[in-house]
């Protein structure tokens, strides 16, 4: 096992994406951890599964607590986001995006945008479609940035969000 874990915010992660990274992160002796409000089922035994008490970013904040310098967090939650941006943690989304000090600004803002058009009645569900493309890049940046993980920590080299 490296020294290192990947956490997965996963009461809204999208299956197709969680199903990849445990195929993809297991065979390489990568820790994966999911967290939850809720149980979910997770078809390999070596995923830790972690179920928080039920609460507004009870998951969020176990994960934000218990991470560290070369770990991995995957959510998509933009606002948790920007507190493990600040935290230096390396951070990214269901479709491929990592989050950074130099994006992470513009990301509320759309945020923020879209919930105002929300409330007036012009939101849309387009960000909520997860199809063959989003997990291609999902796949595709992960597998990179598993990859930069697993360097760095055979190196013993200090990972942090500046770094990406």
Known sequence: MYNFSVWVDADSFPVRAR???????????????????????VKNPEVKMIVCEKGKDSADNYIFSNTSANDIVLTRDILFAARLVEKKICVMNDRGLIFSKDNIEDKLREREFSLNLSEIGFGSNKGNYYGDKELRKFSSVYSEELQKHIIADIYNVKMHADAF
């Open 19 to 41: 199903d990849f990274l445990i195929s993809h992160s297991i065979p390489q002796k990568v820790k994966v951890c999911m967290v939850a409000n809720h149980e979910i089922k």
